[in-house]
C-alpha cells in the first residue's frame, strides 16, 4: 500500500512562502493498493494535481469523502479525471446529519461553478454502503467510523495484507456537543495501525473560542497515537494560518513528550508530497 499526500490543511488553502515546507492544499491523500486500486481520501484542492497524474493510467477512481466542508470536497470541479470521457469515477460521501449525499455534485450548479455536474464527462456512481460499517474494495477491506464534527461526517480504516492505514481527520476527541465516538472507542478502530492520518488542527491557545469547532488538539492527537500503540502518526488538517516554522515548534514540542512517556510511535507532521509505503516488517 503506497500513501502519498496532496493536500494537508484544514478550513482553507494557505499561500505564501511561509507555507511552502508543508504545503498550503486542503485535504488530499492518495492511496494506491496492491492490486492497483486507486483510492483518494477526500477532495480539497490537493486533489488537483492528483487528478493530472492519475490522469494518463484510466483505470476506476474510488473517493472516500469524510464529509461535505468546503475544503474537503473544493478541488473536485477541477479534478481532470472527471471530465474524461467514460472514465469510472465511484464516490462515497460520508455518513453526515442530514444525509446530503451529493453535496460534491451540487456544488457545481447554479451561480457557483461555471461547468453542472450533469455535463461531466466520467460515469460517476455515489457508493452509498448504506448501512454497512465495512465493504471490499479492491484488495483491501474499508472500515468506517462516525466523526466528532459538526453535522458528522466519516473516518476510515483502509487494511491489506496484514497492514493498516487509518484516516480520522476533522474529528474533535473531547467535543462540548454530543459524543459520536468516543476515545476509547477510537482506540480500538485504530487500535496497532501502521498509519495513523489524524486531525491536529489545533493548539492550547486557540482554546477555549475554538471549543466545539469539529479539531483536536496537537496534544489530544498524540495521546491517542500512543494509547492506540500506532506506529507512526502522521498528523494532519494543519490550520491555515500555521506557518512552517509554528508546524516545527509543534513537532519539537511532540517529541518532548513522547521522550517523558517513553512512547514508540513516531509522530510527524504531514506535508505535501510525502510518500509513505506500507510494506515488508516496517513503515517505510
Given at each position: 500500500?503506497w500513501?502519498k499526500f496532496y493536500g494537508v490543511r484544514?478550513?482553507?488553502p494557505?499561500?505564501?512562502?511561509e507555507?511552502a515546507k508543508y504545503?498550503?492544499?486542503t485535504?488530499c ?5 496492491k492490486?492497483?486500486?486507486d483510492?483518494?481520501l477526500d477532495a480539497g484542492?490537493?486533489i488537483v494535481k492528483?487528478?493530472d497524474?492519475?490522469?494518463a493510467?484510466g483505470?476506476p477512481?474510488?473517493?472516500?469523502l469524510?464529509h461535505?466542508?468546503?475544503d ?8 481532470t479525471?472527471?471530465?474524461q470521457t467514460?472514465?469510472?469515477?465511484l ?13 460534491i455534485?451540487r456544488?457545481m450548479?447554479?451561480t ?19 448501512q454497512q ?9 474499508i472500515?468506517?467510523?462516525g466523526?466528532?464534527h ?5 473516518a476510515?480504516?483502509?487494511?491489506e495484507d496484514?497492514?493498516?492505514?487509518a484516516y ?8 462540548p456537543y454530543?459524543v459520536t465516538?468516543s476515545?476509547e472507542?477510537?482506540i480500538q478502530f ?13 493548539i ?15 496534544d489530544q ?5 500512543v494509547k ?6 502522521a498528523?494532519?488538517?494543519?490550520d491555515?494560518?500555521r506557518?512552517?516554522e509554528?508546524?516545527d515548534?509543534q513537532?519539537?514540542?511532540?517529541h518532548?513528550?513522547?521522550?517523558r ?11 505535501e ?6 510494506s ?5
Amino acid at each position: 500500500m503506497w500513501i502519498k499526500f496532496y493536500g494537508v490543511r484544514g478550513s482553507m488553502p494557505a499561500a505564501g512562502k511561509e507555507f511552502a515546507k508543508y504545503g498550503g492544499n486542503t485535504a488530499c491523500v492518495h492511496v494506491e493498493l496492491k492490486d492497483g486500486t486507486d483510492i483518494i481520501l477526500d477532495a480539497g484542492t490537493g486533489i488537483v494535481k492528483l487528478g493530472d497524474e492519475l490522469l494518463a493510467k484510466g483505470t476506476p477512481i474510488h473517493l472516500l469523502l469524510t464529509h461535505n466542508h468546503w475544503d474537503h470536497i473544493q478541488g473536485f470541479p477541477f479534478f481532470t479525471p472527471a471530465h474524461q470521457t467514460n472514465r469510472d469515477l465511484l464516490i462515497t460521501p460520508g455518513t453526515t446529519l442530514p444525509r446530503e449525499d451529493d453535496a460534491i455534485l451540487r456544488q457545481m450548479s447554479g451561480t457557483w461553478f461555471p461547468i453542472d455536474a450533469d455535463d461531466l464527462n466520467a460515469n460517476v456512481e455515489l457508493k452509498l454502503y448504506e448501512q454497512q460499517t465495512s465493504w471490499q474494495l479492491g484488495s483491501a477491506t474499508i472500515s468506517r467510523k462516525g466523526l466528532n464534527h459538526p453535522g458528522g461526517g466519516s473516518a476510515y480504516v483502509i487494511e491489506e495484507d496484514g497492514f493498516k492505514l487509518a484516516y480520522v481527520t476533522d474529528n474533535e476527541l473531547f467535543p462540548p456537543y454530543k459524543v459520536t465516538t468516543s476515545f476509547e472507542e477510537w482506540i480500538q478502530f485504530i487500535q496497532d495501525a501502521d498509519l495513523l492520518i489524524h486531525d491536529a488542527q489545533y493548539i492550547d491557545k486557540d482554546m477555549p473560542y475554538k471549543h466545539g469547532w469539529g479539531h483536536s488538539l496537537v496534544d489530544q492527537a498524540v495521546e491517542l497515537a500512543v494509547k492506540a500503540n500506532v506506529k507512526k502518526c502522521a498528523l494532519y488538517s494543519h490550520d491555515y494560518t500555521r506557518t512552517d516554522e509554528d508546524i516545527d515548534r509543534q513537532v519539537e514540542h511532540i517529541h518532548g513528550i513522547l521522550q517523558r512517556k517513553s512512547a514508540k510511535t513516531e509522530i510527524f507532521a504531514s506535508f505535501e508530497g510525502q510518500l509513505i509505503h506500507l510494506s515488508g516488517d516496517d513503515v517505510n
